[in-house]
């Protein structure tokens, strides 16, 4: 049987709970956005239940710390077949009552890891290059363009650190944002067309040159430095900006 | 009169010499103001060098009144440009900064301007103004002025998350000699008290909860190494005796650069390679959190680390009777020790052979590096590397194959992540971890539907 959710993460939960419910064995779950194409299977519409969401991520914290958290990150890379990965990854967690992602040994449980690793990394990525531009008193916006829909693992962790400000965090990949004030955080849809934020005033110089000076001249390398700041990233970070114009090296 | 930026680029310039750009420890926060401290530690950007920039790191003067040969701030120095900052102007400066996400924080250092107490006086307004002007919550580490007064110490060490004291050289003689103001004495004298006031401190918060932390992400020190000829078995028993007798988070090694020109340093032709410095962290890693002790890495007869191989893998090639190990029995403390088994694999395979028993093939997964792993280990007794564990080809099979030299050595995967990240010990999974704990409740990011 084919289950079909609504495309949040409680909903592919209450999916996984339907699906041991039924003890269905032969069970594939998708978001309504991809299914049109397999029309051939049987299918049955999940109502998105949070209490039952939550029982399934209660029974996979027992199996290990931390265990719900990394199948949400997995899901947020909304890559398709996903949930079938989870699924799998569940079954056997549930089996062996173990930690899940310990089976690495099992080529879907590998593949699953690794997806939850790319998307966790990308997030870390997000915490580090995430670069304010100042609007006015406490006011602050920033852009990026990560390749996976990251904000949702990002927002706590600035509102955490600035929660006098009121910010913004364009995800221009995406079209989200997340809106932040001391009252609280949220993430909201935006057009496409948005004006650029302006990177020229004196502490934005002032980063570049200290950027610039902090380098150790005779140990460049430049493909050391690539290979943690991947130039796909660079577009949106103050430091790399206008990295062709002509710049004095001092000793 | 110098502007801001102008001190900027001097202080900068005078303190990127400096190793640990580490920002990790540290889980200060508060509503009233702004940042916070993150557990694993957030590098923002990675220099033209490949250095993580974590901190801003500068001075708070270079106008120093010591004459150390190995320092471009000595005194003797008539090349270099000089600067003070105000503690406003450095406050303000590391706020802005902050606030638009470029860093975690402060690193401050500083020469010696006038005296000890005033230089140390100077860094604590700039604490004070941060941490009780500003409301700022961040990071910050400090590096203590040997000589001033140990009350100074106390103060400042209420303000910042971790300070260190450089032990400068590894040992006496080279002290002497290089840094003739600097005595042993005065470097070790305020790592013992910051050792002893950690400790009241943690006493004194049993009895009233809200007194204030001292220095919570605890001490680190730096040392040059191949300004003298100092070997790498004293570096690291030095190193050993740091962090057992003053609860040393880190030891730093910092490979000399040449900056000045004394008949007892050595040229500026020959540098020290960045990949002794590297070894160096490979064995202080090995002592830390894979249960070597220093004389197990290097001893009496090869007083000095193999330039060629990481210090696990010359280990290993020096104990053959006790490989290949059997993944499937072996215990934690074995595989350990197995070249190209890490701390997180060693763990994975404990947790995966509970279900199955391994093969060679599973190995990978589970994260071992099959490159110098194969040699070592066998699975259900299959031995699956290109020579055997025996074979004279041995150390030769081991050898990576880039060339060697200065440039080689960062091209790769053989970079520990330490290294690389400035923070300690984290893997990309751990700070995948890391940003989990960020997540709020998983069913209350409904705020996206
Ligand atoms: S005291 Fe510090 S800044 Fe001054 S010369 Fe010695 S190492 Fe350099």
Known sequence: MLYIYDGSFDGVMTAVFEIFDFKDKSAMIQPETQSENMSFYERHRVITDFRRSFRVQAGLEKLGKGVPERMYTAWLSHSEGIEDLMLAAIRLGFKYRVNPFTLLQDERVHALDGIAKKVGSEAHRMLQFVRFVKLGDELYAADIKPEYDVLPMIGNHFHKRFPQSRFMIRDLTHLRAIISSPHGWEITSIQSAQPPLPQNGEYERMWKKYFEIIAIEQRRNLKLQQQFVPKKYRSFLTEFLGEDLPTKRKG | MLTVEQKLIILGNAAKYDASCSSS?????????????????????????????????????????????????????????????????????????????????????????????YTMELMIKTLQILRYEYRFYGYIHVKVIPGADPRLVDVIGMLADRLSV?????????????APQKERA????????????????????????????????????????????????????????????????????????????????????????????????????????????????????????????????????????????????????LLLRVPGVGVKSAQRILAARKTRRLEAEDLRKLGVVMKRAQYFLTAKGRFVGKVKTDSPYLRQSLLERRPMGQLSLFDGSALPDMYAKGYEGLHISDSTAAVMNMLPAISAIKTEI
């Open chain 2, 25 to 117: 420890g540290s889980g200060r926060a508060g509503k009233d103001g702004f940042g916070n401290g993150h557990m694993a530690g957030i590098c923002h950007t990675w220099a033209a060098d490949g250095r993580c920039i974590s901190l801003l790191k500068v001075l708070m003067s270079n106008a120093c009144i010591y004459d150390c040969a190995y320092c471009i701030n000595r005194c003797s120095n008539s090349e270099t440009p000089r600067a003070t900052f105000r503690p406003e102007e450095l406050a303000q400066l590391t706020a802005e900064f902050y606030k638009r996400n470029y860093i975690e924080g402060l690193f401050l250092s500083s020469g010696v301007v006038k005296t000890p107490d």
């Open chain 2, 166 to 178: 450089n032990i400068e050289l590894p040992s006496n003689n080279s002290l002497k000699l290089l």
């Open chain 2, 186 to 333: 005065g470097i070790i004298a305020p790592m013992e008290h910051i050792k002893l006031a950690k400790k009241q401190n943690l006493e004194d918060r049993k009895k009233y909860r809200s007194s204030p932390l001292f220095a919570p992400a605890g001490q680190t020190t730096q040392m040059i190494v191949g300004a003298t000829p100092d070997t790498d078995l004293s570096i690291l028993r030095l190193s050993k005796g740091m962090y057992r007798k003053f609860d040393m988070k880190r030891v730093y090694f910092s490979a000399y650069m040449p900056v000045g020109k004394h008949p007892a340093l050595p040229s500026a032709e020959k540098p020290t390679p960045l990949l002794r410095e590297h070894r160096l962290y490979q064995a202080d890693w090995l002592m830390r959190f894979y249960r070597f002790d220093a004389e197990e890495i290097v001893d009496e007869k090869s007083p000095n680390l193999d330039i060629e191989l990481d210090p696990k893998c010359s280990w290993a090639l020096r104990h053959l009777e006790m490989f290949p190990v059997e993944v499937n029995t072996a215990d934690y403390e």
